[in-house]
């Protein structure tokens, strides 16, 4: 995983994502992404690439925009909140999503 670029807003980052072909929306689910087209397994997919962006006020205003690949091809982009606002997440889910 590497950062090619960064965007000065979570939209901007999305829409640049989309672009590049990561299309579908993402959401968790326990040992999970899910979308509309199903689940996809922790095991199952790929972080490409990862964009945070913290509140300068706010610390509820802080996210992750994931740029993922399953192993089946479906790329998609995942917005998710970390610090105080996270989601609670599995053990494995936490460890595949840790921004290094």
């Known amino acids: 995983m590497e950062h090619q670029l960064h965007y000065d807003t979570v ?3 999305i829409a640049a994502l989309r ?4 299309t579908v929306d993402f959401n968790l689910e326990d040992n999970y992404i899910v979308s509309s087209q199903g689940k996809i397994h922790v095991d199952d997919f790929s972080i490409v690439d990862v964009y945070r962006y913290e509140g300068n006020t706010d610390p ?5 925009v ?17 610090g105080p606002s ?3 997440l ?3 889910m936490l460890e595949k ?3 290094k």
């Open 60 to 64: 509820s205003d802080e996210a992750a």
């Open 86 to 88: 996270a989601d609670p």
């Open 66 to 82: 994931y740029a993922i690949e399953s192993t089946n091809g479906v790329k998609g982009v995942l917005v998710s909140g970390y």
């Open 11 to 13: 939209s901007n980052a």
């Open 19 to 22: 672009k590049r072909g990561f």
């Open 97 to 99: 999503l840790k921004i």
């Open 90 to 92: 599995s053990t494995a």
